[in-house]
């Protein structure tokens, strides 16, 4: 499963960071939601 990560604040383009991480497995009682897109809040995007 692939996964945007950062490790510090700054633009996106500088800091996010594909990774590749083991699907996690839903515990009882929860459930895994499979996403085919997310929105980014502008106030994330403002942060610096």
Do not use: Q
Request: aromatic share 2%; glycine share 4%; hydrophobic share 40%.
């Amino acid at each position: 499963m692939k996964a945007a990560v950062f490790k510090t604040m700054g633009p996106a383009d500088k800091v996010l960071e594909i990774i590749e991480v083991d699907t996690p497995k839903p515990e009882h009682g929860e459930v895994l939601v499979r996403l085919s897109c997310s929105a980014v809040n502008p106030s994330d995007v403002k942060k610096t």
